[in-house]
């Protein structure tokens, strides 16, 4: 039962048919780590890239307004007279205020905290 004659223990030739399968499925095989491989190393790549970059990066990180310690900051937005606020916004360290005076057209007035002044003052048309 355990005794295997001689013959079956050698491998037989293939046909041509299967022989031209197998070469098929092992090409496939190589071409496919081949791929793994490269995916491997852009992943690798991108990995090192990450972590040896310096960390200030290339976009403008908005600055944030920086509070003492023993007291708040104190800034005045010089609005022009009789202009009415309708919204608020901040953004960093930038307050936007949108609204109108009476009889005018919309507008949008940017004030920097850290400069203490306006720096925009947009007035919006709708056509």
Do not use: C, H, W
């Amino acid at each position: 039962m355990t005794a295997i004659e001689p013959d079956e223990q050698e491998e037989k030739p293939l046909d041509p048919a299967m022989e031209n399968v197998r070469r098929k499925m092992v090409r496939l095989q190589l071409v496919s780590a081949g791929v793994m491989l490269v995916m491997l190393m852009a992943v690798l790549g991108t990995i090192v890239y990450k972590v040896t970059r310096p960390n200030g990066s290339a976009e403008a990180a908005p600055i944030a307004v920086s509070v003492p310690s023993d007291a708040p900051v104190s800034a005045i937005a010089a609005l022009p007279a009789g202009f009415s606020v309708s919204n608020v916004a901040l953004s960093g360290s930038q307050v936007l205020f949108f609204g109108s005076l009476p009889g005018a057209e919309p507008r949008a007035i940017v004030f920097d905290i850290p400069a203490g002044r306006i720096v925009a003052d947009i007035t919006v048309r709708t056509n």
